[in-house]
């Protein structure tokens, strides 16, 4: 039996569960295929022959891979913190975001772990930063900021992948319920658990989610700390700061914000979903995109009168990250992810669909380039007299990059057609309320 | 003979028809009663007694034992089974245990409140009698149900019934048992 209740949230449980899905979806689809076949060519030549193929040498023994790293898990805790300030504020934004604001985060969380596995150089020994009784009795080093980071991604997987598929629960029970083939309510079924929509379970279950969805919000302040903190532990002069975990912080949330609104009008316009992510969701979501790019503004003056102020070794290293040869890189950073964002100051480009997808990727962008002059500018200038060589990444590098951009766009794009991207249950409970108040 | 029943169910159009049916039961002496819904319904849960507060708790003595056990852990190896000095620092450098012990205070917290709450649940389950009632799968959507379960000491099916259908629901309808 199938359900053809025509209610409210029907149309987003038929997008899910329609039999076609369109040209562009399957061309989409090929494209970020091909660069997930790339992603995995990268990676079995980078396990067979070793990190010698990538550009990173001492002293830039970090390359794309921490860049990477950093901008991947920027964009996941920055989605991250969003989606648990909504629920925490029971804000109305959430029943539009919270279910693909969860999903990006997830996403870019498993494109952000592949990276330092692979960088350890032997990726198949990367269980031994668990502390489990080896024969050798050596147990990891838990004064590292590299152990706390194998914390942190490993427990922001777990406790993400579980919050969202525990909120996905009573819609994959709508798919099951309103699924017209045998096969496909069975494997909606599977997933549905069982639910049966008790007003017990609900209770229940809306605790639960509430309550989890806020421990999520330390949960991203410490991680993004520690990812900050595996620069402000070296005794390098320009990473050694107290300011980088709110850098880190203030730039990832802007960078998550980006991806968010980039994701809900190309969804809005994809999927045709205008009722449930409104002009009035987007137009917020392009004021706080705007907001957290004055505040990533302000950290860069931050960045600026410190090191007016610092030590003079500091002084030099910094600046030389904003004038040196790799000037580029900083300026670039600047003028994507703050001085582009400032278009929203106008309401006609926080409702244009195409000014929400080129600052979502400028922002995005941005982060990137702020990243790498970190990572690279900031190495420049070492207490040695002379660093001698610099930083470019080669080939396989790219190619990997590359190819975790197509896997995330793959999560996406499969997210999109074979589940509910707006919460259905949310949406009935706030028509609901507005109804009766 | 007559098939035994897991209850009686009766569909309503609206939340507040339901909350009205809900009262009216409770009135009449039923307190073995299930009701359905497609999105949570707090003030009807409290009707029915329904009471939350474990999940919270579960949340924090999981937080507790996540939390001593990786600081613990931390401490035993670093400091005592495997002492190792780095440029003089000290052993027991807790600051340094700090950051792990809250992200894997929040791992248990989180994984044992949601993990708890699918065990609190019964879920997942194969089948249940409800799914049994036809048009039921409009739970998920748009239709609200009360059931009055045969466990109920005052429970009586014809009785059941027609108290049901004197509540004007949409359809009342029998709930039979699985086994």
């Not at chain 1, 269980?127 to 942190?152: G, H, I, K, M, N």
């Not at chain 1, 004038?323 to 006609?348: C, H, M, N, R």
């Not at chain 1, 790498?372 to 396989?396: A, E, K």
């Not at chain 2, 339901?18 to 009701?35: C, I, P, Q, W, Y």
């Amino acid at each position: 039996m199938s359900s053809n209740a025509q209610a409210s949230t029907s149309p987003v449980a038929e997008v899910p569960l329609s039999r076609r899905f369109g040209l562009i979806w399957w061309i989409a689809l090929g494209a970020s295929g091909a660069l997930v076949l790339l992603l995995g060519y990268t990676l079995i030549s980078v396990t067979i022959m070793g990190v010698g193929i990538w550009g990173v040498n001492i002293p830039f023994v970090w390359g794309f891979d921490l860049i990477n790293y950093a901008w991947w898990i920027g964009i996941a805790n920055g989605a991250s913190l969003f989606a648990a300030i909504l629920v925490l504020r029971r804000h109305d934004l959430r029943t539009a975001v919270n279910r693909f604001a969860e999903g990006v985060a997830f996403f870019a969380v498993i494109c952000a772990g592949i990276f330092p596995i692979f960088h350890l150089g032997r990726p198949w020994l990367f269980y031994w930063t668990f502390p489990y009784p080896a024969t050798f009795e050596v147990w990891p080093q838990f004064r590292s900021t590299l152990t706390w980071d194998f914390w942190a991604i490993s427990t922001h997987v777990i406790v993400t992948s579980l919050l969202w598929y525990v909120g996905l629960i009573p819609d994959l029970a709508t798919l099951r319920d309103r699924a017209r083939r045998k096969t496909v309510q069975r494997i909606y079924g599977i997933f549905a658990i069982g639910w049966r929509g008790s007003v017990r379970h609900w209770a229940y279950h809306q605790r639960a989610y509430r309550l989890v969805a806020i421990l999520v919000l330390p949960l991203i302040l410490i991680m993004q700390s520690t990812v900050a903190f595996e620069f402000g532990v070296t005794l390098v002069p320009d990473w050694h700061e107290t300011r980088q975990p709110l850098h880190f912080v203030a730039t990832g949330l802007a960078q998550g914000l980006s991806i968010v609104l980039l994701v809900a009008v190309l969804l809005r316009w994809g999927l045709r979903l205008g009722r449930y992510i409104d002009e009035e969701d987007i137009d917020l979501l392009g004021k706080l995109v705007l907001a957290s790019a004055l505040v990533s503004g302000y950290l860069y003056l931050d960045e600026f009168v410190s090191a007016v102020l610092a030590d003079r070794m500091t002084q030099e290293a910094t600046f030389d990250r904003m004038i040196g040869d790799e000037a580029g890189l900083y300026w670039t950073a600047i003028v994507y992810s703050i001085l582009i964002p400032q278009l929203f100051w106008f309401k006609a480009a926080r409702q244009s669909t195409i000014a929400a997808v080129f600052v979502g990727f400028s922002i995005g962008v941005g982060i990137w380039f702020d990243r790498f002059s970190i990572i690279v500018g900031g190495l420049q200038t070492d207490y040695l007299p002379s660093v001698g060589r610099t930083y470019s990444p080669t080939l396989p590098e790219t190619g990997l990059f590359l190819g975790t951009v197509g896997l995330f766009a793959a999560f996406l794009l499969l997210f999109a057609r074979f589940l509910p991207v707006v919460s259905m249950f949310e949406t009935r409970h706030d028509e609901h309320e507005e109804e009766t108040s | 003979m007559t098939q035994r029943l897991h209850g009686i169910m009766a569909e309503f159009k609206t939340p507040e028809a339901l909350m009205e049916a809900v009262k009216a039961a409770k009135r009449s002496g039923f307190t073995k009663l299930d009701a359905f819904s497609p999105f949570p319904l707090a003030d009807l849960a409290k009707e029915l007694g329904v009471r939350t507060t474990v999940i919270p708790w579960i949340a924090l003595v999981a937080a507790l034992i996540g939390a001593g056990l990786q600081y613990g852990a931390q401490y035993w190896m670093n400091v005592v089974d495997y002492p190792l000095n780095v440029g003089g620092r000290p052993l027991d450098s807790w600051p340094a245990f700090i950051p792990a012990t809250l992200i894997v205070a929040i791992l248990w917290a989180g994984a044992a409140t949601l993990l708890g709450l699918l065990l609190i649940l019964r879920l997942p389950r194969l089948h249940h009698p409800v799914f049994a009632v036809p048009g039921f799968e409009r739970a998920s959507e748009d239709r609200f149900y009360l059931c009055i379960l045969s466990v109920d000491p005052l429970f009586e099916a014809e009785a059941a019934r027609s108290f049901l259908e004197a509540l004007t629901p949409q359809a009342v309808r029998e709930v039979p048992a699985c086994d």
